[in-house]
């Protein structure tokens, strides 16, 4: 009984809203395709510029980097974070400051992390490179994967950990033949998501990576290369990045029906 | 002849191709006190909300003194509701929800403190106006949304199964309260309850729904003595049913003598049939043209009252006999007896199987 | 449970973790912000309050104001629009709504630098807003659209929107219909409803929003580098400008000591409100 009006009204509202939300990223991946690589007029669809990323020795050494920061600081994190939830959530009485340090890496602003990492490991004398990059991401990361395998513990009966105890089984056999298997999706989703978050992340990267070349992430590489203006080259470029991080996340989502993870 | 208050003719309500009200056509008076009574999904809360304006009807016309109310907004109507949720505000205290549609009135400041303490005092509430709504008991919740749709004085006060959420002894308590206030104020109440008892006890007329139609409207005493259907006879009371076949002069059961029946509907011989007697009616000291025998087979209290479950060879389940106390306390029936119960040919009503 | 120290050897890598590389480096800036700076770079460990004071000297405080007044401007512009969305979501059928919020948010999972790169696409000289302004025939010089402060609040805008949606939805989705159901019964109009009933009863969704927004846009330093061009200053590159250019770092742990206890006490101030919403303490007679 809303009244038509309203309705209509908030049909515009929502239009509006996705179209702002929408307009530029497609403006960008569609001219990603043109031909002629300029925004003044459409040449023809072309594939070529993704040629030319391919050719582009310093954006495939950025590529490479980010995969190995990926890779690894999505392993550390998810075996680290995994095990805290479940520590977590057998504990249950936890206090406010553990509830605390667990969630601050979540909302901490990065650019505060960011110099606290660099002052830290310059003043340990600790040389930066990929390294740095990876065990400053473990710090945000593991919280995500924590928080996203605590959701599913949440509705997670325990009885079945009991029964397992009860047929016998030692608490290890328990949490290898049970608890792991039921929190499995949870943790692969966590992992991807945390996956996603090092690829995209830039600033934390930005101030660990250290001087030198050699340890540029591809969003540092895109950073720098934004600078200096718009070229069909980076449109290329920012449709695989985002096409990536779209695929991650919805795999994500299908591994762990329920909330958008991190909420 | 007066117009009545309020007129349905002929409401419907479809939700796509679900019909939640069928059709519903009857009269409310001035001052009347009208219970809607109904198994869950019956349409009641349907129809209520399409008095209310917030549900349009899918056919037929609501007449509120001889004029038609079907396509006033619900902020317009002079009928207020009182939701099954109670929906009061959280965020305000009870006296600002309570003087929040006298707001919407642009009633004079003064006027609105005024009738908003006159009515805190009339719920018994008058100390607790500051408070918010999740500082209150579940009683003072439902009074005070009681409170705030009553203080705008409609023409008529909807109440969505007012005393729902309340405990059995709250409920007694409030039934007579919302008596009280409704004479008190001297406003037209419709109030929707699956509560048989509560209707009976509450309303001056009752009116039975099924599937989204009305089966019965009359009074209490109409509807429980004189049932028009098998449903209207089952969901009101303790009845017990003896499947029959119609004979000439009475009506053969299973086995034994003819039960008689005073009025009883026509129905073609050797037709099957229930009769049906309530449990109050069927006595073992009672005089009557009726008798049966049986196995008491369970004994359940019932506040002072007895219920012997009797095991007989007419119907499958044993029938139910409610014995006062003090006749109760003279027999002294135990499980296992066999006794016999009388009833009167008044007591018989006969259905169609 | 059998064993009590199971469950915290479980947990305890990650918090070795979280100890060593968080809190231990937090701790780090608050105390450098109280050394001097050393001759060329470096650090003199010497206890003062010079950083502080420099923080509030009117050429920084004059920066600060402008990030809060860019900030304020981003997340009351995002809080509206954000609003107005959550709002039509929640309006529409029940099992649209999720797929509906799934694409407002999905843009926030894509890579940051990516949607603020979008905006110079689109702003810049050659840009597709300058395109089509020729198009329709638009003559003459065109204002410039890109490295404008203008162009810093819509990129902030753009990038946190989707998380407005979402803390808007929350309350808005979890309102009980009949709560505004009984405001139009008692004889209030739509729009007195929505004033007096809704949106006090969702404002904690939109403060969390608000925060939020202005908390990541004070401190940013991607957008008004890029969408604000070299000159552009805000407290974030000045942070930045003080650890890798200018190598001051206990000023630059000043600014950032100063940044996070505005931070902080925004979200205080949020955590309050949302408390006020759930429903009044004893004692909060209005
Ligand atoms: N908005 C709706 N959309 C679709 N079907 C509905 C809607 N509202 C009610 N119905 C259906 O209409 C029928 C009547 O519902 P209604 O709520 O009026 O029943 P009720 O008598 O109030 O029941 P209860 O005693 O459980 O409150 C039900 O079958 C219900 O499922
Ligand atoms: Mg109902």
Redesign the interface.
């Known amino acids: 009984m809303a009244d038509r009006n309203t309705f209509r009204l908030m049909l515009l509202i929502l239009g509006l809203v996705f179209a702002f939300l929408y307009l530029p990223i497609s403006v960008l991946v569609g001219l990603s395709f043109n031909e002629g690589g300029l925004p003044t007029a459409w040449t023809g669809f072309s594939v070529k510029w993704y040629g030319e990323l391919l050719a582009n020795k310093d954006i495939l050494r950025a590529a490479g980097n980010t995969l190995i920061v990926a890779i690894f600081s999505t392993l550390l994190s998810t075996i680290l974070g995994s095990l805290l939830a479940v520590g977590v959530e057998i504990r249950r009485r936890n206090g406010k400051w553990l509830e605390t340090m667990i969630f601050a890496p979540m909302i901490i602003p990065d650019i505060v992390l960011a110099i606290a990492l660099l002052s830290f490991f310059s003043l340990l004398g600790v040389k930066m490179g990929l390294h740095t990059i990876i065990v400053s991401h473990v710090v945000f990361n593991l919280a995500f994967v924590s928080a996203v395998v605590r959701a599913r513990l949440k509705s997670f009966d325990w009885s079945i950990v009991e029964a397992s105890n009860d047929l016998g089984a030692t608490t290890a056999t328990t949490m290898r033949r049970v608890v792991l298997p039921v929190l499995m999706p949870a943790i692969l989703a966590g992992a991807l998501l945390a996956f996603t978050l090092s690829v995209d992340e830039f600033i934390i990267a930005f101030f660990t990576a250290g001087a030198g070349r050699s340890s540029i992430t591809l969003p540092m590489q895109i950073f720098s290369m934004i600078r200096f203006g718009v070229t069909p080259e980076i449109n290329a470029l920012a449709t695989v990045v985002m096409a990536v991080s779209v695929v991650a996340l919805a795999l994500s989502q299908r591994l762990n029906r329920g909330g958008l993870p991190g909420q | 002849m007066t117009t009545p208050l309020l007129s349905l003719r002929d409401i419907k309500k479809n939700f796509g191709s679900a019909q939640a009200v069928a059709g519903v056509t009857m009269d409310i008076h001035r001052n009347e006190f009208f219970a809607l009574l109904g198994a869950s999904g019956s349409g009641k809360t349907t129809l209520l909300r399409m008095l ?5 009807p899918s056919g037929g016309d609501i007449l509120l003194e001889g004029s038609s109310i079907a396509a006033m ?4 109507r002079p009928v ?2 009182m ?3 109670y ?7 009870v006296a ?1 929800n309570i003087a ?2 006298l707001e ?2 642009r009633l004079a400041k003064a006027e609105i403190k005024s009738r908003v303490s006159e009515i805190l005092e009339v719920i018994q509430l008058g100390h607790l106006g ?6 209150l008991s579940g009683g003072q919740r439902q009074r005070v949304a009681l409170a ?2 009553l203080v ?1 004085r409609p023409k008529v006060l909807l109440l969505d199964e007012p005393l729902g959420a309340l405990d059995k002894k709250l409920r007694s308590e409030m039934q007579l309260e919302l008596k009280r206030l409704q004479h008190e104020f001297g406003i037209t109440f419709i109030v929707v309850t699956h509560d048989q008892e509560e209707a009976l006890v509450m309303a001056d007329r009752v009116a039975i729904m099924k599937d989204g139609a009305l089966l019965q409207v009359g009074t209490p005493r109409e509807i429980y003595e004189y049932p028009e259907t098998r449903f209207a006879a089952d969901f009101i009371g303790v009845m017990n049913f003896l499947p029959v076949s119609v004979a000439s002069g009475g009506y053969q059961g299973k086995e034994g003598p003819l039960i008689r029946a005073a009025d009883a509907p026509e129905l073609a011989a050797g037709s099957a049939a229930v009769a049906a007697i309530r449990s109050e009616r069927l006595g073992v000291e009672t005089q009557g043209e009726n008798s049966l025998a049986g196995e008491i087979t369970d004994i359940a209290y019932h506040g002072l009252d007895l219920l012997l479950h009797v095991k007989t060879p007419l119907a499958e389940t044993p029938v139910i006999s409610r014995l006062t106390a003090d006749v109760a306390e003279r027999l002294a029936p135990e499980v296992g007896q066999t006794i016999t119960l009388g009833w009167s040919a008044r007591d018989t009503r006969i259905f169609p199987a | 449970m059998t064993t009590d120290r199971r469950p915290i050897l479980l947990m305890s890598p990650a918090l070795l973790w979280l100890f060593g590389l968080m809190v231990v480096p937090c701790l780090l800036i608050l105390v450098l912000a109280f050394f001097r700076r050393g001759m060329y770079g470096g650090i003199e460990y010497t206890f003062t309050l010079e950083n502080i004071a420099l923080v509030f000297d009117p050429l920084y405080a004059q920066i600060f104001l402008k990030s809060a007044w860019i900030a304020g401007l981003a997340a009351g512009i995002a809080s509206i629009l954000g609003y107005a969305a959550a709002y039509a979501i929640a309006a529409m059928p029940r099992h649209r709504q999720s797929a509906l919020l799934f694409f407002a948010v999905l843009p926030f999972w894509s890579n940051y630098l990516v949607r603020t790169y979008a905006w110079i696409v689109l702003l810049n000289r050659e840009g597709l807003i300058v395109n089509l302004a020729r198009w329709v025939g638009f003559e003459g010089e065109l204002p410039s659209m890109l490295y404008t402060e203008q162009a810093v609040v819509i990129g902030l805008i753009y990038n946190y929107l989707p998380f407005v949606i979402l803390s808007c939805y929350a309350p808005l989705s979890r309102l009980n219909p009949e709560i505004s159901e009984a405001s139009r019964d008692l004889g209030a109009s739509g729009w007195t409803t929505f004033r007096r009933v809704v949106l006090p009863m969702t404002v904690p969704g939109i403060a969390t929003g608000f925060v939020f927004v202005f908390v990541l846009s004070i401190g940013n330093f991607v957008t008004p580098a890029l969408l604000g061009g070299g000159q552009f200053q805000m407290i974030g590159n000045l942070v930045y400008a003080q650890f890798l250019t200018a190598n001051d770092w206990p000023f630059g742990a000043a600014l950032s000591m100063v940044l996070i206890m505005v931070m902080l006490g925004l979200l205080m101030a949020q955590a309050t409100v949302a408390d006020r919403a759930s429903g009044g303490k004893a004692g909060d007679n209005g």
Request: aromatic content about 12%; hydrophobic content about 30%.
């Open positions: 209310a304006g917030f549900e349009a907004p619900p902020n317009k207020n509701l939701f099954q949720s929906a009061l505000f959280p965020h305000m205290t600002q929040y549609g919407m009135d500051g408070r918010k709504p999740d500082q705030r749709a705008k």
